[in-house]
């Protein structure tokens, strides 16, 4: 399974990509865990995590190929 991650606005600038590619991962908490061994200043960046356009609050387990959303703080009006 693959999993495309979007990355959006200053957390891009931890990875330096707007796209990445994971295989062979899981669910959210594996996919967290091993971005944050790539991007340890991941670790203290906040952020919410889209599954498939769902903002989700627990882990999430993958059962095929999604399109996955970090999303750091935004307020609007």
């Known amino acids: ?3 495309t991650i979007k990355v959006f606005g200053p957390l891009t600038d931890i990875v330096r990509e707007n796209d990445l590619v994971m295989n062979d991962v899981h669910d ?8 944050g061994e790539r991007y340890p200043a991941l670790h203290g960046a906040p952020y919410n995590i889209a599954v498939d356009k769902n903002i989700i609050d627990k882990n999430t387990v993958f059962t ?4 996955v959303a970090l999303l750091p ?4 009006g």
Do not use: C, E, N
Request: charged share 15%; hydrophobic share 35%.
């Open 1 to 3: 399974m693959q999993v």
């Open 28 to 35: 959210t908490d594996q996919m967290v865990q091993k971005l």
């Open 64 to 67: 095929g190929d999604h399109i």
């Open 73 to 76: 703080p935004y307020a609007g």
